[in-house]
Every structure is written in structure tokens, then in C-alpha cells.
């Protein structure tokens, strides 16, 4: 499909978290869980920026243990162990009491109605968000960055999602709240880029960020921009 300023796009890809839901619902809804493992946590976003930096490997898990052991003076299985019971396991009976973005799930059932291929990527297993809200039976792709080997901003797993839809880069538009790592790491593998502004400069609703192609404000704004 001819879409205005971007040109023949075949896919609509997304990002998870802060995409498509907000992301402060998480982190208050789950406030005692991370309170109650609040060093844990320091700890873990330390590995993560770490982790961000790294070239594609087949061992990323087993890295990510080995850096978390590291960080907390622990054995490799207590690591193991602790992340599972605290991020993995721990946070997925949160999700199920949140809700998504209002019109994102109507946005993308109305994408794949018009004959886009959907598809979602995450640097967190999406199978955390159990049927995504409802967005799950829309999507031709889901993956996780993790089990790829390379978090984003490496073009590799924007590639590899490629390869998975069977459509070239050029012809995806992806989805994200990042500027760092979904519109630098989708541009790096040469897709086209639709950017959500935080929701504190949201009240500028002609706002745009230069290294996306598109910027928007709401779903129902990405809706206007992309089918009209």
C-alpha cells in the first residue's frame, strides 16, 4: 500500500513496552514488587545499558546471568534463579491488570483490515503480555529481541523480522516510543520509522522529530497519517 511521504509500506511493526501501553502503569502498578526489590532492579538496569551495547550472540542469556552474578557477588544459579522469580515470572501477573494505549488496539485490527502485515518487537519476551491485549491474533510476527541475541538498537533483529515477515526493510514502517533504539535501530536497518512523543510534550500536537519519518501524538493520529 501507497502510503503519503513513505512510499510503498507492506508491514506495520511495533514495539511493546511504552508503545503500546504506558509505561508508568507498570512501574505503579507493580510499585511494591519493585520497592521490595529495588536493588535488584538498580542492578538489573545496569546490565540491561550494558546489554545494549553488544553485538549479536547466540549466548545473550547466559550473558545477561553472568553480568547480573557479577553485580549482585552471587553464583551464576542464585543469578539465574533471582531473574526468572523477579523480572520474567515476577512482572507478568502485573501486565494482566493493565490496559494499552486507547485506539491501539483498534488501530492495528484496522491496519490488518486494510491488508498490512503486522508485526511486534521486543526487547522483553512477548509472550510476558500473554495474548498482548488482545493484539496477538492481528500479528503475522511477534519476537523478542533477547532470544535473537541482539537488543535494539542492532539493526540484526529489525533484519531478522524482515526475513520473518518476507518483506524488505524499505517496505516496513516500525512503531516505537524510543528515539534511541526503535527509530535509530529500525532506520539502521534501512525500515521507515513512526515515532510516539512522550506523553509530557504530547500537547504539541505538530511537534517532529527529524530522525523519524513520522511523528505522532496518539493512535488515532498514527491512524490519519498512515490510511489517509
Known amino acids: 500500500m501507497n502510503v503519503k511521504n513513505l512510499g510503498e509500506i507492506e508491514a506495520i511493526a511495533f514495539d511493546i513496552d511504552g508503545t503500546i501501553y504506558p509505561q508508568w502503569k507498570i512501574h ?3 510499585f511494591f514488587h519493585y520497592l521490595c526489590h529495588s536493588i535488584f532492579f538498580l542492578h538489573y538496569g545496569l546490565v540491561r545499558h550494558e546489554l545494549h551495547g553488544l553485538e549479536q550472540t547466540s549466548d545473550f542469556n547466559k550473558i545477561q546471568t553472568q553480568k547480573m552474578a557479577e553485580h549482585l557477588h552471587c553464583s551464576y544459579e542464585k543469578a539465574d534463579e533471582r531473574l526468572k522469580k523477579i523480572v520474567y515470572n515476577g512482572l507478568e501477573k502485573y501486565f494482566k491488570r493493565i490496559s494499552c494505549y486507547k485506539d491501539c488496539v483498534e488501530t492495528i485490527r484496522k491496519f490488518k483490515e486494510t491488508g498490512f502485515k ?19 491474533k492481528y500479528c503475522d ?15 540484526f533483529s529489525f533484519i531478522k523480522m524482515s526475513e520473518k515477515l518476507k518483506i524488505a526493510p524499505e517496505k516496513i514502517l516500525f512503531v516505537g516510543n524510543s528515539r534511541k533504539y526503535d527509530v535509530c535501530g529500525s532506520k539502521a536497518a534501512g525500515m521507515k520509522s513512526a515515532y510516539l512523543l512522550p506523553w509530557r510534550y504530547r500537547i504539541f500536537k505538530f511537534l517532529k522529530v527529524k530522525e523519524a519519518d513520522i511523528t505522532f501524538s496518539n493512535y488515532r493520529q498514527l491512524q490519519e497519517f498512515v490510511l489517509n
Do not use: H, Y
Not at 503486522?118 to 496477538?136: H, M, N, T, Y
Not at 535473537?148 to 539493526?155: E, F, Q, V, Y
Open 28 to 30: 505503579l502498578i507493580a
Open 118 to 136: 503486522i508485526a511486534l518487537l521486543s526487547d522483553f519476551p512477548p509472550e510476558q503480555k500473554g495474548d498482548v491485549w488482545g493484539i496477538k
Open 141 to 155: 510476527v511477534m519476537l523478542g529481541t533477547e532470544a535473537l541475541g541482539a537488543l535494539k538498537p542492532d539493526p
